[in-house]
């Protein structure tokens, strides 16, 4: 028996301020102050005293050009590598699975991935947010695109994880319309535009309660699908990507440093013992689909390319970008 490698793991943030320059990265303001999720101005009372000094244009570019030199460098690990497949863990926010039926794991093992224009918020509330949002348009554009899958190898997934006690949704098609979560497409977009890869996207219920894994679960399942794996009899290479995070849209550098090391440390204790409370914030839950790969890649060694934190109000607002990879 033949048993496929894993190659590569690597993550990457998929946050807005990585689709567009950073001259518009104070734009976001109109959004944050409006974000029904959050109390603007109680978040800006509680602001580092220092915050200005993340806000001149200078360091605003400086962090711009760090996260678009660290998705060059995930591009040149993933053409080195050469994979014949990526597993891809990220989560769905709103795009396929909705509040009357959000499973917590779900697998798609469709015979095609069809990447299509986001049409915007479902929850009318962030939707009037972002309406006012003069970036908005600009950020959704989207080349629409059918990219292949390996149904055989996801159907391998499915298998191993029910078999390892993961009860597991599965779908093969996609709500008529629409596409594939941007966490998903984020990786054709800015990591692979010019590669087509076989695609496996595992989803992770990391934004919306009461159902999110805890960040033990989250590393557990990355494990499971390294055993699914380490079982698929090919001879086929294998990379795993986590997209999204780490803390958004309110910055919180401490427990991101938290978690990195936790990773980097391959200590699922530490993982294990993230404080949820701070992690359930926002879209900081995307970290979970970090500590699945973490749980993927215990064997390996991970290198942080770059921890980018990218404030774009005196709040402290913004998306905190991180880029690292596994070999």
Same mark, same amino acid.
């Given at each position: 028996?033949?048993?496929?490698?894993?190659?590569?793991?690597?993550?990457?943030?998929?946050?807005?301020?990585?689709?567009?320059?950073?001259?518009?990265?104070?734009?976001?303001?109109?959004?944050?102050?409006?974000?029904?999720?959050?109390?603007?101005?109680?978040?800006?009372?509680?602001?580092?005293?220092?915050?200005?000094?993340?806000?001149?244009?200078?360091?605003?570019? %400086?962090?711009?050009?760090? !996260?678009?030199?660290?998705?060059?460098?995930?591009?040149?690990?993933?053409?080195?590598?050469?994979?014949?497949?990526? =597993?891809?863990?990220?989560?769905?926010?709103?795009?396929?699975?909705?509040?009357?039926?959000?499973?917590?794991?779900?697998?798609?093992?469709?015979?095609?991935?069809?990447?299509?224009?986001?049409?915007?918020?479902?929850?009318?509330?962030?939707?009037?947010?972002?309406?006012?949002?003069?970036?908005?348009?600009?950020?959704?554009?989207?080349?629409?695109? !059918?990219?292949?899958?390996?149904?055989?190898?996801?159907?391998?997934?499915?298998?191993?994880?029910? $078999?390892?006690?993961?009860?597991?949704? =599965?779908?093969?098609?996609?709500?008529?319309?629409?596409?594939?979560?941007?966490?998903?497409?984020?990786?054709?977009?800015?990591?692979?535009? $010019? %590669?087509?890869?076989?695609?496996?996207?595992?989803?992770?219920?990391?934004?919306?309660?009461?159902?999110?894994?805890?960040?033990?679960?989250?590393?557990?399942?990355?494990?499971?699908?390294?055993?699914?794996?380490?079982?698929?009899?090919?001879?086929?290479?294998?990379?795993?990507?986590?997209?999204?995070?780490?803390?958004?849209?309110?910055?919180?550098?401490?427990?991101?440093?938290?978690? @990195?090391?936790?990773?980097?440390?391959?200590?699922?204790?530490?993982?294990?013992? %993230?404080?949820? $409370?701070?992690?359930?914030? %926002?879209?900081?839950?995307?970290? @979970?689909?970090? @500590?699945?790969?973490?749980?993927?890649?215990?064997?390996?060694?991970?290198?942080?390319?770059?921890?980018?934190?990218?404030?774009?109000?005196?709040?402290?607002?913004?998306?905190?970008?991180?880029?690292?990879?596994?070999?």
């Amino acid at each position: 028996m033949t048993i496929a490698q894993v190659v590569l793991g690597f993550g990457s943030s998929h946050a807005p301020q990585l689709r567009l320059g950073h001259e518009r990265w104070p734009d976001m303001i109109q959004k944050d102050t409006n974000d029904p999720r959050f109390d603007y101005n109680e978040v800006l009372k509680r602001a580092k005293p220092d915050m200005e000094s993340s806000l001149t244009p200078e360091v605003m570019k %400086l962090r711009d050009e760090s !996260n678009h030199r660290s998705l060059g460098i995930l591009r040149q690990k993933l053409e080195a590598a050469a994979p014949d497949a990526i =597993v891809i863990i990220g989560d769905d926010q709103h795009e396929q699975f909705f509040d009357n039926n959000m499973p917590m794991f779900s697998v798609y093992h469709g015979d095609s991935l069809p990447i299509r224009e986001r049409r915007g918020q479902s929850d009318p509330k962030l939707a009037a947010a972002w309406s006012n949002t003069t970036w908005n348009k600009t950020e959704q554009q989207t080349a629409e695109a !059918n990219h292949s899958t390996d149904v055989g190898f996801a159907d391998h997934i499915i298998h191993s994880l029910v $078999e390892d006690g993961f009860d597991i949704a =599965v779908s093969n098609q996609l709500r008529e319309g629409t596409g594939v979560g941007q966490a998903f497409s984020f990786l054709y977009q800015f990591i692979m535009p $010019e %590669l087509e890869i076989p695609v496996v996207p595992v989803s992770m219920n990391a934004l919306y309660p009461p159902n999110q894994p805890t960040p033990r679960r989250a590393f557990h399942l990355g494990a499971a699908v390294r055993e699914a794996i380490n079982s698929w009899d090919s001879s086929k290479k294998v990379a795993v990507m986590a997209s999204g995070g780490l803390s958004h849209f309110i910055i919180d550098e401490d427990l991101d440093h938290m978690t @990195l090391d936790a990773m980097a440390r391959r200590d699922e204790e530490a993982i294990a013992a %993230l404080p949820r $409370e701070r992690m359930m914030q %926002l879209g900081t839950t995307e970290t @979970l689909n970090w @500590l699945a790969l973490s749980g993927a890649m215990t064997d390996e060694k991970m290198t942080l390319v770059d921890y980018v934190p990218c404030y774009r109000t005196p709040a402290g607002t913004g998306c905190a970008m991180a880029f690292a990879y596994w070999e």
